[in-house]
């Protein structure tokens, strides 16, 4: 029974965090461009708003689809450490929390797919390339702190950073760092790494399709993708946190680093992008991961 | 022992007689394949069952005896292919309800050679089993059809090649060590190669020449795309699942145990030569298969290629030489056989109902087939290595053991592999399944029975292996105890890894997945209702097309569907083509022999041959 209620306030925390982030993040940039901008709390509210709505399906596969990769975010998320704290006891393994949040990835692709719409298969393509494109990077970072800590457990990795700010993996490996904060601009898919949404080239995408309740499921999967990235980032490189406000409060400075850079960047071209990801930041992690080698 | 042997002889025998009755057949091979099964499952544990066959002559100095014996990592390839078989040939009875030809009696006889490969105690066994599958596979390939001869020819000439190699490795290993029963001569290579360590390790390329040839790794990748495009669906469904692992099995008893302890040099400390001759055969595999799956267009080609890369992945563990990844490369073979097995039915069902294999030209095939449809959405979820369902557990074991032992190139090898695994995966589904439906496949139908639950059964299967891995982890590691490797039982659902505090409990994983799609379904519920509409109603933003004079219109992104990504990849992928370098030799064979031939024809030629013979004769009596 404890554990039924830990698994949905994690959920909800998460949900809760990840809608407030992306409140604010549109806040600062319409700051940014000079303009005011929606209120904070305006993504809860969009939500609310597409929840209430009719909408409208194409077939089985869709519904299952959204359901399914809401579902695998959060069941990754389930996963992750969040200032020490875990939803459940295990022993949070960074390639299972990878392959998972695979799943979510999936359904979102399946279900969008499934509506018959080319401009939203062409969104899915691009999408999917640019997975290949920032996994390799963010893995070969991720290899690199594995060998170092010698185990693959993300709460370990953030505990082996306890005690000062020197310890942080930003401080001692700073090369992983601005490789993982590349790759990570693409994992949450902001610009320059937007190419498979693309407003302007081929109407938002995946989401073209998505009425309802379907895309505020897809806005929700979009807040715990967020919470969950910045909270790898969190443990992997700034050492988890004592509390949950720091932990909230760490994890809000690195996305403001990627609202920041998505406020000024134009796009890439998905090939462009990919090249970018694979010389770019791919070389300034296997740069690191020689240096740990050979130390 | 010799009655598993005898069944599938026997039953070949009376399937040739009743080879007009096509439903006796597929039954008598049916019946056959449970009852291999059934005694499969009865000898399990006793590993000291034999059967020899004592010839009494000495060949090369080395006794030349035949015999099979209760091979314990043998009795793991075997039951789990023997189940997988079961499965396809009830497929089979549904499936070739209408085919002209029979492939029943061909492939009865490639069971036997699969199980006398498997329990072979020596290496004459070994070889005798290993061509009687080269050549009946060459048969069962084209079942008559004439535009399958090319891929059965290349497939021929690959196996041929392969067995004349291992005929001279076998030759070599029996004059040098004097036994040929293969667990006695892998210890007597050792000594080779500790002794005399060029000869040593030619011997052992040589073996593992053939094995990768059976396996489709690196070198030799082409086979699988040829052979799958055109062979009958349901026997491919075999191939890919069970065939293709002839090579892993005799590499896990004989070439791993070998490798692992001879004494070479080691490379950064992390693994001696040959190790990373593995693992970079492994490697080139993984990532080469993968790109070429990734621009298939005919469905059967990229399932072929996606094999390649599996079998990259099953070489990379191997290649760690640490118990976990030999244990995840193991795990990795059933895992890919079930799931292989599992896509390969839905493909072969979808050939079965609209007759067509190019991705491009399906469509929208959910509406119509959605219990394939289903299995093989678990199929890919499988592929990709995504927990729940299986095929996550083993990568994930061949990763971690990747990992501590430092080789990186080879972990990021893998995983850049089981990333471009979702592009290729994803493209199949969308294409063949999802989308919008042609007008000629209107009419499609939903499998019969026979098919439909074969395809169940897999689907099963896949998410029991997933959640509860004890069921393959349990005997793999009572056969490895009892071969004598120091391991401890694998508990159900645990999964231990190489690192520190690495230890997964993929029952948890799957409550974790299940509570994660519980909220987000809640939250699905709580939402306002939705309706159902057909796909053009959006499409055609509220407009009647007819009011327009005009049709609706059906658009699939399918073809060229990484196109951008494809462009990158073009210059690497034109120069490396071993079709090229195979075409390059067999024309420069050809010209060499057709120019000798020319000699022969012509008189001055033959004049020419006998004087440079009799001159090479009297060169040879001075010498001497």
Do not use: C
């Not at chain 1, 949070?92 to 692709?109: K, S």
């Not at chain 2, 039951?79 to 009865?108: C, Q, R, Y």
């Not at chain 2, 057909?534 to 609706?552: H, R, S």
């Not at chain 2, 024309?587 to 006998?610: D, H, W």
Request: aromatic share 14%; hydrophobic share 55%; glycine share 8%.
């Amino acid at each position: 029974m404890m554990a039924v209620l830990r698994v949905f306030l994690f959920s909800l925390f998460a949900i809760f965090i990840g809608l407030l982030f992306m409140g604010i993040g549109r806040k600062v940039i319409a700051r940014i461009q000079l303009r005011y901008g929606p209120p904070f709390y305006q993504a809860f509210l969009d939500v609310g708003k597409l929840f209430s709505r009719k909408s409208i399906t194409h077939n089985f596969v869709m519904d299952l689809g959204m359901v399914m990769s809401l579902g695998g975010l959060l069941a990754t998320m389930l996963f992750v450490p969040i200032a020490g704290h875990v939803a459940v006891k295990t022993s949070t393994n960074l390639i299972v929390i990878m392959y998972l949040m695979a799943i979510g990835y999936l359904g979102m692709a399946m279900a969008v797919a499934a509506s018959g719409n080319p401009n939203a298969t062409i969104g899915v393509s691009r999408a999917l390339t640019m997975m290949l494109g920032y996994e390799v990077p963010f893995f070969t970072v991720m290899l690199g702190l594995i060998i170092v800590n010698g185990t693959s457990s993300l709460e370990l990795i953030s505990q082996s950073q306890a005690g000062s700010i020197l310890n942080w993996n930003m401080i001692r490996f700073p090369l992983s760092f601005i490789a993982a904060e590349i790759a990570l601009q693409a994992m949450m898919g902001e610009k320059p790494f937007d190419a498979m949404i693309a407003p302007a080239e081929i109407a938002s995408g995946p989401m073209v399709e998505l009425s309802g309740k379907y895309l505020g499921l897809a806005f929700l999967t979009h807040a715990v993708s967020i919470f969950v990235e910045t909270a790898i980032i969190v443990n992997l490189f700034m050492g988890g946190a004592s509390n949950i406000f720091t932990f909230v409060l760490k994890q809000f400075e690195i996305y403001l680093i990627t609202v920041f850079i998505e406020a000024v960047f134009p796009r890439f071209k998905i090939e462009q992008a990919v090249k970018f990801l694979w010389t770019v930041p791919m070389g300034i992690a296997v740069l690191q991961l020689i240096l740990i080698l050979l130390k | 022992m010799i009655e598993l042997l005898l069944v599938p002889l026997i039953t070949t025998l009376s399937i040739a007689f009743f080879i007009k009755y096509k439903r006796v057949t597929w039954t008598l091979f049916l019946a056959s394949n449970g009852f291999i099964l059934y005694k499969l499952y009865s000898i399990y544990g006793m590993w000291s069952l034999s059967y020899s066959f004592n010839t009494g002559y000495e060949i090369l100095g080395a006794k030349f005896n035949l015999g099979v014996s209760n091979n314990p990592i043998g009795w793991y390839f075997a039951f789990f292919s023997a189940l997988i078989t079961l499965i396809i040939s009830i497929f089979s009875i549904g499936f070739n309800k209408n085919s002209k030809s029979n492939v029943s009696v061909i492939w009865m006889l490639i069971i036997f050679s699969n199980l006398g490969i498997f329990f072979a105690k020596d290496w004459v066994t070994f070889f005798m089993m290993w061509e009687l599958m080269g050549w009946t596979s060459f048969f069962a390939i084209t079942n008559g059809k004439d535009k399958a001869l090319d891929g059965a020819k290349y497939y021929l000439s690959l196996s041929l090649f392969g067995a004349a190699l291992l005929l001279i490795a076998i030759s070599l290993l029996g004059a040098y060590t004097g036994t040929f029963e293969i667990l006695p001569s892998a210890f007597g290579l050792l000594q080779i190669i500790n002794s005399s360590t060029k000869l040593g390790i030619v011997i052992l390329l040589l073996f593992l020449t053939t094995f990768i040839i059976k396996s489709a790794i690196f070198p030799f990748y082409m086979w699988p795309q040829k052979v799958y495009a055109e062979g009958p669906e349901d026997y491919i469904t075999f191939m890919s699942s069970v065939m293709i692992k002839y090579g892993i099995y005799p590499m896990a008893i004989f070439i791993v145990p070998v490798v692992g302890s001879v004494n070479l040099p080691r490379i950064l400390n992390t693994g001696n030569v040959l190790q990373y001759v593995i693992g970079y055969l492994g490697a080139i595999s993984a990532v080469l298969g993968t790109l070429l799956a990734i621009f298939q267009t005919d469905m059967k080609k990229l399932f072929a290629y996606s094999s390649v890369s599996n079998m990259g992945y099953i070489l990379l563990g191997f290649s760690s030489m640490t118990i976990v990844g030999f244990e995840g490369s193991l795990f990795h073979v059933v895992n890919h056989m079930i799931l292989k097995a599992a896509i390969f039915l839905t493909l072969a069902a979808v050939v079965f109902r609209t007759g067509e294999s190019e991705m491009h030209k399906l469509g929208g095939l959910v509406y119509r087939m959605p219990l394939t449809f289903m299995t093989f959405l678990l199929g890919i979820i499988a592929a990709a290595g995504i927990p729940p369902l299986n095929g996550f557990g083993s990568k994930w074991m061949i990763i971690q053991a990747l990992m501590s032992k430092k080789m990186v190139v080879f972990a990021i090898a893998m995983i850049f592999a089981s990333t471009g695994a979702f592009m290729y995966l994803f493209r199949a589904l969308a294409s063949i399944f999802l989308g919008q439906l042609p007008d000629r496949y209107k009419e499609v139908k939903e499998v019969p029975l026979t098919m439909a639950v074969p395809m169940f059964i897999m689907m099963v299967i896949m998410l029991l292996v997933g959640v509860v891995p004890g069921v393959v982890m349990k005997p793999l590691t009572t056969a490895l105890k009892a071969v004598g490797y120091n391991v401890d039982i694998a508990s159900w659902t645990v999964l231990e890894g190489s690192l520190k505090n690495a230890t997964i409990d993929l029952k948890i994983v799957f409550y974790m997945f299940v509570a994660g799609v519980i909220i987000s379904g809640l939250m699905y519920f709580f939402g306002n209702k939705s309706e159902t509409v057909p796909q053009e109603d959006n499409y055609t933003a509220g407009e009647y097309p007819e009011e327009w004079g005009v049709d609706a219109d059906r658009f699939n992104y399918s073809y060229s569907f990484y196109q951008p990504f494809k462009e990158m990849f073009d210059p690497l992928l034109e120069s490396i083509s071993i079709d090229d370098l195979f075409a390059s030799v067999g024309r420069n064979f050809e010209y060499l022999s057709t120019t000798i031939q020319g000699l022969f024809k012509r008189g001055e030629g033959a004049v020419l041959l006998f004087s440079i013979g009799v001159l090479l004769l009297i060169l040879g009596g001075l010498i001497i």
